[in-house]
């Protein structure tokens, strides 16, 4: 899958991501309270407090294949009782060609985990609503932003 091109001159190698493998790397689901929770959230009428992060990492595999981990954790609560947590790396391989340096991170932290978020959703929705609870359609994530908040941090650390 070619999604990049440079709209260089006519002969200059085309800029190309690829998305070579998507798979989940690891997923825990807990549903500790069940089948109290459930009952719990039924009578309450009330949504329950859910608290959500997002990390991205990407590794290099070879000069132009890239690992790159979306990693979702949450956990969800009615008053103080947890009703279900969940964590998922969900990752993919991405072939990258004719990438300019510059333009490696924001492809490799930003696009590929775009790529990665509505398959990663949809992992998570399921095993919410088979674990008994309605699913959890998880709003859109700003990877620009997480981006940003990572090279920020990166640049407050002091060299090692």
């Given at each position: 899958m070619s999604m990049m091109t440079n709209g260089?001159?006519?002969?200059?190698?085309?800029?190309?991501?690829?998305?070579?493998?998507?798979?989940?790397?690891?997923f825990?689901?807990?549903?500790?309270?069940?089948?109290?929770?459930?009952?719990?959230?039924?009578?309450q009428?009330?949504?329950p407090e859910i608290k959500i992060q997002i990390d991205v990492e990407a590794k290099p595999l070879s000069e132009t294949d890239f690992e790159v981990e979306l990693k979702l954790e949450g956990k969800a609560q009615l008053s103080d009782?947890?009703?279900?947590?969940?964590?998922?790396?969900?990752?993919?391989?991405?072939?990258?060609?004719n990438i300019p340096q510059e333009n490696m991170g924001p492809l490799l932290m930003i696009e590929c985990p775009r790529l990665l978020f509505p398959f990663a959703r949809e992992q998570i929705s399921s095993a919410?609503?088979?674990?008994g609870y309605p699913?959890?359609?998880?709003?859109?994530?700003?990877?620009?932003?997480?981006?940003?908040?990572?090279?920020?941090?990166?640049?407050?650390?002091p060299p090692a």
């Open positions: 260089g001159p006519a002969g200059a190698p085309q800029s190309q991501l690829g998305v070579l493998a998507q798979y989940i790397k690891d825990s689901f807990e549903n500790p309270n069940a089948p109290h929770s459930l009952v719990k959230a039924q009578q009428g009330q949504p009782m947890v009703l279900f947590g969940f964590e998922l790396i969900y990752a993919g391989i991405f072939r990258l060609q919410i609503n088979n674990s699913p959890l359609m998880l709003e859109p994530v700003d990877f620009v932003a997480i981006y940003q908040q990572k090279m920020a941090g990166m640049q407050s650390q």
